[in-house]
């Protein structure tokens, strides 16, 4: 089975890398992992200011203070995976991702916005459920 790990370095990311280790039939034998961290698109105007250099070394920067600890977790575990960043917005790049690896099950952390929070804030996980073509686990 080959499962889109997405991963922000929330305390849900924490939650659901904890869950999955501690119920480790849940995936099957031998899971394959494609972890993802989507680092928040620079502004045009900004990325031209300082340069596209300097963006992707910051997004680069940002996106290693993630997954750098969700990697050293898993190789604990002995799970094997791959991890890369994109830029963007979140639930479009997780999509994305999720068609180019092909894989079977996207699992991601979600912090639960309830009622008119989720309508203003908008919910990465909401349009990533609506937009997905496979099935989505969401751990709380």
Do not use: C, W
């Amino acid at each position: 089975m080959k499962v889109l790990l997405a991963v922000d370095g929330s305390e849900d990311t924490k939650k659901m890398l904890a869950y999955l280790a501690t119920h480790e039939d849940l995936l099957g034998a031998s899971p394959t992992f494609f972890v993802l961290n989507v680092q928040p698109a620079v502004p045009g105007h900004a990325a031209r200011v300082v340069g596209k250099e300097a963006v992707a070394e910051y997004q680069r920067s940002e996106a290693e203070k993630v997954l750098g600890p969700v990697g050293k977790f898993l190789t604990r575990q002995n799970v094997a995976y791959t991890s890369s960043h994109r830029s963007g917005h979140a639930a479009d790049e997780i999509l994305r991702a999720a068609k180019k690896s092909k894989v079977d099950l996207i699992v991601m952390g979600s912090a639960g916005r309830r009622g008119i929070s989720s309508l203003l804030l908008g919910s990465v996980t909401q349009s990533v459920l609506s937009g997905s073509d496979v099935p989505v686990m969401v751990m709380r």
